[in-house]
T-cell receptor
Framework: NAGVMQNPRHLVRRRGQEARLRCSPMKGHSHVYWYRQLPEEGLKFMVYLQKENIIDESGMPKERFSAEFPKEGPSILRIQQVVRGDSAAYFC????????????FGNGTRLTVT | QQQVKQSPQSLIVQKGGISIINCAYENTAFDYFPWYQQFPGKGPALLIAIRPDVSEKKEGRFTISFNKSAKQFSLHIMDSQPGDSATYFCAASNRGVRETSGSRLTFGEGTQLTVNP
């Protein structure tokens, strides 16, 4: 049973470019969460999605960041016009639609903005 | 009120010793407290979790102690091994708002554990 798959593992972008991070949840999981981890810091919640719906985006920056989880295909975290401060590890987690279910994390995408 | 404070930031323990990591929270609505282990270049992996209706949970060498009145919980690693060297995160969530927050977790800042051979 494959775990949460994130790609790419490493992504380098120049300032002003767009970054697209993909996440395929575990089989049978319909809930996806995105977290950001800055160097030497903990994980900060960004957004919680179910299929075709954004449930909670209270942790997302108001500008340049967007997320989607379409009916078919992976969840996408999109960062437009990246800046150096966006350099971080971005982790996706998934859970099933079941009470008291734990989060399972992918191995992250490490974004470097040059 | 959503914060979870974790200490120490780093910890060095000799092989065979006990590693203790502490966390404190403010939101009394939190009702689920997991610990995650993260190795370099990997995502966090669930280690052990506890609910506030029990004061202690043990799984192998790992034990969570929970003090509801003090709003604190801690992870104890008995007989620490070099392979336990990793970053440990405590977390908390409020399962009561599941419809709007799902299994969303609030994480502590992490503790980098080094176990010397």
């Amino acid at each position: 049973n494959a775990g949460v798959m994130q790609n790419p593992r490493h992504l380098v972008r120049r300032r002003g470019q767009e970054a697209r991070l993909r996440c395929s949840p575990m089989k049978g999981h319909s809930h996806v969460y995105w977290y950001r981890q800055l160097p030497e810091e903990g994980l900060k919640f960004m957004v919680y999605l179910q299929k075709e719906n954004i449930i909670d985006e209270s942790g997302m920056p108001k500008e340049r960041f967007s997320a989607e989880f379409p009916k078919e295909g992976p969840s996408i975290l999109r960062i437009q016009q990246v800046v150096r401060g966006d350099s971080a590890a971005y982790f996706c987690a998934s859970s099933p639609n079941r009470a008291n279910s734990p989060l399972h994390f992918g191995n992250g995408t490490r974004l470097t903005v040059t | 009120q959503q914060q979870v404070k974790q200490s120490p930031q780093s910890l060095i323990v000799q092989k065979g010793g006990i590693s203790i990591i502490n966390c404190a929270y403010e939101n009394t609505a939190f009702d689920y407290f997991p610990w995650y282990q993260q190795f370099p270049g990997k995502g966090p992996a669930l280690l052990i979790a506890i609910r506030p209706d029990v004061s202690e949970k043990k799984e192998g060498r790992f034990t969570i102690s929970f003090n509801k009145s003090a709003k604190q919980f801690s992870l104890h690693i008995m007989d620490s091994q070099p392979g336990d060297s990793a970053t440990y995160f405590c977390a908390a969530s409020n399962r009561g708002v599941r419809e709007t927050s799902g299994s969303r977790l609030t994480f502590g800042e992490g503790t980098q554990l080094t176990v010397n051979p």
